[in-house]
């Protein structure tokens, strides 16, 4: 079984830039089907992080990277 990671969140974000929660969790954005429950954790991780933002009031929520999530999923990608 494969587990969305915060490198999976951030290759997906960088790829697309924004994203609804909706096409967030579709298994042809992030390559699997995400558990609900870890995927808005490991949201709510990067925000903290100041690597995505949630847009200011769009419906459904909306994400959107940042240049520190950009920066950050560069490293990952170059680390492995």
Do not use: C, W
Not at 56 to 80: C, D, F, S, V
């Amino acid at each position: 079984m494969t587990f969305v990671t915060r490198q999976i969140l951030l290759a997906t974000l960088s790829k697309h830039e924004t994203l609804t929660i909706d096409d967030i969790a579709k298994p042809e954005n992030l390559g699997l089907l995400p558990d609900i429950n870890l995927l808005n954790y490991l949201l709510h991780q990067l925000i903290i992080r100041g690597h995505i933002l949630i847009l200011n009031g769009a419906k459904p929520t909306t994400y959107t990277i940042t240049k520190e999530g950009i920066e950050e999923n560069n490293r990952l990608l170059n680390h492995h």
